[in-house]
Structure formats: structure tokens, C-alpha cells
């Protein structure tokens, strides 16, 4: 049992932004003070992606801007020098391919063929242990959605009423459906080969019964005796904390590790809306309180059982992090548990990746790379979430002004 741990302190500037020197740091500042203003990044959202769209030169402006603060590079060849430039100080790195995902066969097969790529050059750096992937980069929505329906109007366990609509199905959706799990199970095979981890990202809650059942499938192939495939939760959604205790009875029953990746969630406003306008429950919660409430629940069930569950715990919520780690320091185990992983996009929290790594803790960054005119999509939400996300930019404006200070005071 583990006695002496080292002290972690999420007020800690000096390690929160010791890879940044001081022109980064300015850099940094001057970017979240934009950000800060709400009708800045409203103008921003609408007119980036036409600029690089009609051919305007604002590629440089974007690059130099917020594509180097939550971007790896274009290339791979890129992010692995900022992945190697983060291992210098402890920190990993979740890749992430984040061009979006286009419809069509060929596309789908494609994005499984990039993803199989990734993987392989992930094993060949010494600081890349996990790669991201959304299904919907290998699966017609339409589909995933009518699936998602079918299994709603069926009764039994998720793994019942999946089974139940696959026998259902036509000729034709069960072949597609058939190509979609052989794309899938080549990325985890892949990865399973290379001993390098896949997060299954969570999507609209209008397709999440069937992406749900497929990762669990994928789950009971790869995590046994190890752990490969992790299925992420958004903590958001009422329903969630109930589905990974009854994920971890499914993995009891069938004998693999359960991969967790709790995140509090990405669709709420498109969720609401949606509810809304269907007429039908909302599935989310009905306030913050109750978010961050079952997000602890499902951090600490995930610890209690930490034999049979590997947990990431991918949040920028302070108390949160602080809260994983104190649970294993109440266990007496080590805060480099293997089946323990704490995770931040890279260009927010540092204040938490850089001080739970310095106290030992196993921590990555979520590194998306493609090129600008792919990834612009992506910029624009980050740049709306630390906008929308109460405190999100004023926080980290304050962690940038108390290290620039004691930066100065130093230097006297």
C-alpha cells in the first residue's frame, strides 16, 4: 500500500506552463482575451471557415493563431514534434485525426484506411499510446439512426435489443452494417497489434444504442487480460451513469476489461433543441449540479472496481481530477495506476495535465492534427466552448496573468 504521495496542486503556474516560453505564453494570452469576447467568436465562427472555403489568405492568420494553440499540425510528422516536446515533461498524447467525416462508401473506407495508418505510426513514437475515433467516419448516419430506432421499439438489454434489430434489418442495411463493423473491428484489430489504445468517441444520443453495442462487441474481442477499447460517456445525459454500471455487469458476464472515457458531454444545446422540437424527453440533465454529481459517481464506481474497469478521466472540472487522484491515494494505490488515466485538450487545463503528471499520474493530451481547412470545424468549437463554458476562458486568462507575473518577478 502506497503511503507517500506528492503533493498536487492545481494553482501551480510554474509547472501548468513550463513547456511554454514567454513569447508562447503572450501568444496564448493575447488569443483568450479574443476568445473572451463573445461577439468576436461569433463573427470568427461564421467567417473563418468561408475565408478558407472562397480562397481569401487567412490560412497564416489561423495557423499562427488558434490552429497552433489546439491543433498538433497538419501532418503527422508535425504532431509528433509536439508530442515529443509534451513527453519531455510527463505528458502523452491521445491522437486525434480531426477532419471531419464525409458520407459514402469509399469514404468510409478511406477514413479506415487513415486510422489504420495513424495507429501504425503512433507505434513508432515512444509518447503516443492512444488514438480517437468517431464511428461516423465509417457509418452512414442514416443508418446508424434508423438502427438506433429500431432498437428503441425493442425490449431486453442493449446487447438483446442490437442482436434482435441486426436479425431484423433488410439484406441491404444488414450487408452495410456488416462493412461498418469489419472497418471498425480493422481499427482495433490494428491497434490491438501495435498494444496501442482506441477511445470510441460518444455521438448524438440518436445513434448511440447500436455505436454503444458495437464498442462493447469490440471491448469483449480486444480487452481481455488487457485493456485496448474504451467507450466514452457523456455524464451529461441522465441515463449514462446507470449504463456503465450495467456496461460493467456485461463485462463481468463476458469477461473483459471495461474501458470507460467519462467526459461530461459535447451536444447538449443540439440535444435540448432537438427534444424540443420532437416533442420527446430531454436526455440531458436538468442542471450542472446533477452532471457533476453523476460524474464523480461514475469516476468513484469506476475506481472501486479498478480490478475489472480502466477509467480516463477526460475533464477540465478541477475537482473532478483532484477527486480521482484522492481516491486512489484513500485506496493506498499508486497514482500511476494502469488502469487509471486522466486526459485535457491540448490548449486548455494546463494547470491540471501538467501538475497531475509532475505528482506522477498517467495524463495525455487530446491532439487533434489534419490540415487547417479540415480542422476548421473543430477550431471553431473550441473557440464557442471557452466562450459558452462559464469561467472556462477567464480561468485560464488568470493562470496565463499569474505565470507572466511570477515569470517577471523572477527575473528581478
Known sequence: METNYPPISFENTEFAFQYKPDKELSRAKLLFTFMGKPWIVKIGAKMAPWALRVGLPVKGIIRKTIFQQFVGGETLEETALVAKKLGEYNVKIILDYGVEGKEGEENFDKARDMFVKVIEYAATQPN???????????????????M?????????????????????????????????????????????????????????????????????????????????????????????????????DISVEKDFILGSKLVRGAYMEKERRRAAEKGYPSPIQPDKETTDRDYNAGVKFCIDNINRVALMVASHNEYSNMYAADLLKEKGLPLGHPHVHWSQLYGMSDNITFNLAKAGCSVSKYLPFGPIKDVISYLMRRAQENTSVKGQTSREMNLINTESARRKAAKK
Open 128 to 146: 503516443i499510446p492512444y488514438m480517437s475515433v468517431k464511428v461516423t467516419g465509417f457509418a452512414r448516419f442514416a443508418l446508424l439512426e434508423k
Open 148 to 248: 438506433n430506432d429500431m432498437m428503441a421499439a425493442c425490449s431486453g438489454t442493449l446487447m438483446q435489443r442490437f442482436e434482435k434489430t441486426v436479425a431484423d434489418m433488410d439484406q441491404a442495411d444488414r450487408e452495410e452494417w456488416e462493412r461498418v463493423y469489419q472497418r471498425v473491428n480493422k481499427v482495433c484489430e490494428t491497434a490491438a497489434k501495435h498494444n496501442i489504445g482506441v477511445s470510441i468517441d460518444a455521438e448524438e444520443t440518436w445513434i448511440t444504442d447500436p455505436l454503444d453495442a458495437l464498442t462493447i462487441i469490440m471491448m469483449g474481442t480486444y480487452n481481455k487480460g488487457r485493456i485496448i477499447v474504451y467507450n466514452t460517456l457523456q455524464m451529461y445525459r441522465h441515463d449514462r451513469l446507470q449504463f456503465l454500471i450495467d456496461s460493467y
